[in-house]
């Protein structure tokens, strides 16, 4: 068979001529009369390649079974057809996905030539989906740099949860890379071919908020002039990304639990529920424990949410990799064919004694706005003396973010480096230590920083 073709036709007649000379070009063609027809021929499989469907039916709205047909399979090719007087409704079936529409009375050549068309269309994004799967991918951990302990053991516990299907906490200090991780996760997992739907829960506005989540019915309020799909429809078959839940309203917090329960959404004005397949992937800077006790988050969403954790260090903790991203994020910000500069000893040790409250995504900054300053093919230091309380005591910091004594020992001990340019005799001397006592506490391969 060419391909499965449902033909949707109140008009018995017409529609059996439809099918008659579909068949007789080699589909399978399957005639029915109304839409729930439609999907019980859908739902019982095999899966169609194209739906041929009227728009104005007699017990329904032609739109409203196109929109019901593809919400399992929103690659699904729609042809609409529609009386000569409906072409403004055929038109805003195609924006609303319609593959394209035929215009009573047409020819049967026309039709099938369309058929055939949507038919290859269907084919083609088949295949490509095939390909994707078949191909080797690259690490889809690649983009979470650093070589050190922390971030190997981050791209290992990475490569674990990707491989479940169960929902990830990705907890971490904001500009750590939350969001990275969770590309990563969705990239590793069995839904890379699906979408990769991102939600920042800080950015709508608590009255849009249910709405962009679950979607909207024409009609539900005041402005919905049309229909349409929330994220959570959009991520179906992939990874819902929610950024920043612990900001999320607390009554948005029920319904979101209630769909990841049920595996179903309810659109605003909408009396059915519309079936989703998403992976969540959530990630916070707060500490939920902490909002759970104050009532600002709900426990048993907390619980639901709460079953593979993955902590994205701070860059403080992972300071050996700071030689790396500086020089990755300093290629970035080179324009097309220049060659970017190198980070200088005394700068690259200025790099390693600075706190980070911002993590990478400061760094990150750092480096593009040194880009600019640098007037040759090195980051000297005097490059970075905007970094605010960059040169200044560590006490400071320690008042600020009350640190261990050991952390704050090591701390103190680059803020010496710094001020030597990294030269570890003359730093051992400041601080009143022997050179190999400084090798214990801070290690060789920290005390020195090189880029090459």
């Not at 990705?170 to 990769?196: M, N, Q």
């Not at 959404?265 to 989703?276: I, N």
């Not at 701390?411 to 570890?424: D, F, K, S």
Request: glycine content about 10%.
């Amino acid at each position: 068979m060419r391909g499965r073709i449902i033909v949707v036709e109140d008009d018995v007649a017409f529609g059996r001529t439809l099918a008659a000379t579909l068949a007789e070009e080699g589909y399978d063609a399957v005639p029915v009369t109304t839409p729930e027809q439609g999907i019980e021929t859908i739902d019982a499989g095999p899966p169609p390649d194209v739906v041929l469907t009227d728009l104005r039916l007699k017990q329904a709205d032609g739109l409203a079974f196109m929109e019901r047909a593809r919400e399992g399979d929103p690659d699904l090719p729609v042809l609409v057809m529609t009386a000569f007087g409906s072409i403004a409704g055929a038109l805003d079936a195609v924006r609303r996905g319609a593959f394209h529409y035929l215009t009573k009375p047409f020819k049967l050549d026309e039709m099938l030539l369309y058929v055939e068309k949507a038919v290859f269309h269907r084919r083609l994004l088949m295949e490509h989906a095939r390909l994707r799967r078949a191909l080797p991918a690259s690490d889809p951990t690649s983009e979470l740099l650093g070589q050190g302990p922390a971030m190997q053991q981050l791209r290992a516990l990475v490569a674990r949860c990707a491989a479940a299907e169960a929902a990830v906490l990705v907890r971490g200090e904001s500009g750590t890379g939350k969001e990275l991780v969770a590309r990563a996760l969705h990239r590793a997992s069995g839904r890379a071919g699906g979408p990769f739907v991102a939600v920042n829960c800080t950015a709508i506005p608590e009255s849009l908020m249910e709405s962009e989540l679950f979607g909207y019915e024409q009609g539900a309020f005041t402005g919905a002039q049309r229909g349409r799909r929330g994220l959570v429809e959009d991520a179906s078959g992939g990874t819902l990304f929610l950024d920043e839940l612990g900001d999320m309203p607390l009554p948005l917090q029920g319904k979101l639990l209630r769909a990841l329960q049920s595996g179903a959404v309810r659109r605003v004005g909408a009396t059915r529920e519309v079936k989703v397949d998403v992976r969540v992937v959530a990630a916070t800077h707060r500490n939920l424990e902490d909002e759970v006790a104050a009532g600002r988050f709900r426990e048993d969403l907390y619980w639901r949410l709460n079953v593979l954790v993955v902590r994205v260090p701070p860059l403080r903790e992972r300071r050996e990799d700071i030689p790396e991203l500086a020089a990755r994020f300093l290629a970035r910000a080179t324009p097309p064919g220049g060659s970017p500069p190198r980070v200088g000893r005394e700068a690259l040790a200025l790099l390693a004694a600075h706190a980070w409250p911002g993590n990478v995504r400061e760094l990150e900054n750092a480096m593009t706005r040194a880009a600019v300053l640098c007037g040759s093919g090195e980051v000297h230091a005097a490059d970075l003396d905007f970094l605010g309380g960059f040169t200044g005591s560590p006490l400071e910091e320690a008042r600020r973010h009350l640190p261990t004594l050991a952390s704050l020992q090591e701390e103190y001990i680059r803020h010496v480096l710094a001020h030597t340019g990294g030269n570890r005799t003359r730093a051992a001397q400041i601080l009143g230590v022997d050179a190999s006592t400084l090798y214990r506490r801070l290690g060789p391969a920290r005390a020195e920083p090189t880029v090459d």
